[in-house]
């Protein structure tokens, strides 16, 4: 009996040491694990293992921990090759993560450590740019992305990481102009951007409290600004900068600073000054302050209860509203997810006491409250009045001149053709000042003598219409016989370019973007359905008619143009249309669903609608992707190979009952556009809980990240 209690003792004294030493979190062991497979599992890596283990407790190289937590990576100078996998975002708790001076090459990971502080990847190989994952890491401090191959421009992506006081990029290949972004990094103090390709000016720089910035050896061009001469360290050399004085700046705007010496040097004869009047208006300001206490009483005693509208009235706030939060990094995250998981029923309240209006702002409806048949009228609704009215400032339908969009295409050059559709040509238009716009020349045969009314009113209405997922009309022109609807140019150019146009060279679609980018035309079709009064219906929904922007979000286009398509051939979108559109009267909105369906299916497979290259019974996806949506066997064969495994495979049968739902012949078995919404705001959700333990059994022994 003895011997059994001893044995029993030391059985639960061994499992009691095990458990208190197997305590690293799992998704921060599941992240290692695929880093050290990325790296194609080193050996100078004492420690580490592919499968499991305990870093913290088993003492991994170059890992330290806080708890159960890793908090730091460092793996700076190991001769490492290979890439970082694709479950950093994962590792949530790492402050500090440096694999400079390696060997690592591909793409820096969209997914980097969310909450670090510090990041150098320095002295590598990285091809590729910036990822983008940066515009969400709020913690940064220091990152340094120095001596690699990085090229294109820097996105627009500093404005929350208001923390950074270092940021390194020199000595890579990036261009183009700085962001404007970079205005917002206001505890910035090191700046290197030497040995690259930038352009334009630095005058964005002006506001930085920098003492360290090194410009030198680009085609920057322009004056360098009076306020960054006194810097201790400060390197020009090797641009293009403009001879001369240079020109007053604008009236009313004050240099923020003069050069250190001369604020040293007149500190000492004002110091006993201010400490004089510090004191005289500490006791003046006490008075002050009881005073506006007492009036602010009195005030709110007699002022009633605002009415429900005032919510809605402060137009400052309401123009920095951001639609769609992009999710390069942390795209499963919940906090990611934020700016598209919020639906209409969410906001129950219109109280302004009790309302929000940042989130208010993020629904798909704006704000906009619904009449008991579910649609907004614009004419009839104020917050729609009041979002028309601000932004009649800043994105308004104008008026453009023939000989100016003559001048900015080189008179419709085909050098600036963009792409032909049933209803005209889409040129580029480029303007001195950098501007670049997307003019669409409709077919003058499409108005049938009703051309100066029809047009009219085709601007009328398709200017009404906003959502941070449509292609918004910036303007307009109607001259001598020409007609034509202008909009931004978008850079990424269209979904199907991104998804059949693309070399080699090109990054392919991360799953989590195709997910972020059906969820947002998703959101775009149903603003047009439910939410403005009378429902447009699109007509005309395919890839190439969704744009994408720097960051990937998607912006529907050719939408309010459906009485155009009456006229054209109902073959509009070859492999989109759903099948009862061989009548022109047939066509609704659950033909529209039918077209996202398609879509869907594209983000799905990376395989075009209509493929005349592929053997016969694959030519039409819809007919081929059908019958195996509900097969879970054969969707992991349908998956678009660009993809090579790196997505979560818990997340392919809902995605692929959404487009079971959408492309059922019958219409009335089809899933309204809301409910399409609703069904990916599910997926999105879900995913959020299991990434973590679903990317770990999608990898394989190359992994890596786009």
């Not at 690259?196 to 050896?217: A, C, K, R, Y």
């Amino acid at each position: 009996m003895h011997h059994f209690v001893a044995r029993s003792f030391l059985f639960f004294l061994g499992t009691l040491v095990s458990f208190v030493h197997s305590k690293t979190d799992s998704p921060d062991v599941s992240a290692l694990n695929v880093m050290f497979k990325s790296l194609n599992s080193p050996n100078q890596l004492s420690g580490w293992k592919d499968s499991g283990g305990d870093p913290c407790g088993d003492d991994w190289k170059g890992i330290k921990c806080s708890g159960s937590s890793v908090t730091e990576i460092n793996l700076s100078d190991q001769k490492l090759s290979g890439q970082l996998g694709y479950q950093l975002s994962s590792l949530s708790s790492v402050k500090i993560f440096d694999l400079s001076k390696n060997n690592l090459n591909g793409d820096i990971p969209y997914q980097l450590p969310p909450n670090a502080q510090r990041i150098d990847l320095s002295e590598n190989n990285f091809n590729g740019n910036v990822p983008y994952s940066i515009s969400q890491m709020t913690n940064l401090e220091d990152i340094n992305l120095s001596h690699n191959q990085l090229k294109g421009q820097l996105s627009d992506m500093f404005g929350k990481v208001q923390k950074l006081k270092s940021f390194d990029v020199s000595n890579n290949q990036l261009s183009d102009k700085l962001p404007n972004s970079f205005a917002n990094l206001t505890n910035l103090i090191t700046l290197h951007l030497q040995n690259n390709q930038f352009t334009g000016s630095i005058n964005v720089l002006t506001d930085l409290p920098l003492n360290d910035l090194n410009v030198e050896n680009n085609g920057f061009t322009g004056w360098i600004p009076n306020e960054l001469k006194g810097i201790d360290n400060l390197k020009t050399g090797g641009n293009s900068w403009s001879t001369g004085p240079a020109p007053p700046p604008p009236p009313g705007v004050q240099h923020r600073r003069r050069p250190a010496t001369e604020e040293k040097k007149s500190e000492g004869p004002k110091k006993s000054l201010q400490n004089g009047l510090i004191i005289a208006f500490s006791c003046l300001g006490g008075l002050a302050l009881l005073l506006l206490l007492l009036l602010m009483f009195a005030f709110t005693r007699r002022r009633r209860s605002p009415p429900p509208s005032s919510l809605f009235l402060d137009d400052d706030k309401m123009s920095g509203r951001k639609g769609f939060t992009p999710l390069h990094s942390q795209e499963l995250g919940a906090e990611s997810y934020v700016g598209i998981l919020k639906e209409p029923k969410d906001f129950k309240s219109m109280d302004p006491g009790n309302g929000d209006i940042k989130s208010l702002l993020k629904s798909p409806s704006m704000g906009l409250r619904r009449s008991v048949s579910g649609r907004v009228s614009f004419s009839e609704n104020e917050f729609a009045n009041r979002l028309k009215g601000r932004r009649s400032t800043s994105v308004q339908a104008v008026p453009y001149s023939l000989a100016d969009l003559q001048r900015s295409t080189d008179n419709f050059a085909p050098g600036r053709l963009l792409g032909e559709g049933t209803i005209g040509r889409v040129y580029r238009a480029k303007y001195p000042d950098g501007k670049v716009l997307a003019v669409k020349k409709i077919n003058s045969s499409h108005f049938q003598g009703q051309k100066p009314k029809e047009f009219s009113k085709l601007v009328t209405n398709v200017s009404k219409l906003h959502h941070p997922n449509i292609a918004e009309l910036v303007g307009y022109c109607s001259e001598q016989g020409h007609n034509m609807l202008i909009h931004d140019y978008f850079r990424n150019g269209s979904l199907h370019e991104f998804l059949h146009l693309s070399d080699d060279f090109s990054k392919p679609l991360t799953w989590n973007t195709r997910v972020r980018i059906a969820l947002g035309v998703a959101r775009a079709i149903e603003y047009l359905h439910d939410v403005c009064s009378p429902s447009i219906v699109h007509k005309n929904i395919k890839s190439s008619n969704i744009l994408l922007d720097l960051e990937l979000n998607p912006h529907l286009s050719d939408y309010g143009m459906a009485s155009f398509h009456l006229r054209t051939s109902q073959n509009l979108g070859m492999g989109y249309n759903a099948p009862e559109c061989a009548q022109s009267s047939a066509y609704t909105l659950k033909s529209d669903v039918y077209s996202f369906g398609v879509v869907m299916l594209e983000l799905l497979t990376g395989r075009m609608p209509l493929d005349n290259q592929r053997r016969r019974s694959e030519q039409c996806l819809v007919k081929w992707a059908r019958p195996q949506l509900h097969d879970n066997d054969a969707l992991a064969g349908m998956v678009d190979p660009a993809l090579r495994g790196l997505y979560p495979p818990k997340s392919l049968p809902p995605f692929a009952d959404i487009v079971a739902l959408c492309i059922q012949l019958d219409p009335n078995l089809r899933s309204s556009i809301a409910e399409v919404v609703q069904a990916l705001v599910r997926l999105v959700q879900q995913s959020t809980i299991n990434m973590r333990e679903d990317l770990s059994a999608s990898c394989r022994t190359n992994d890596s990240e786009y």
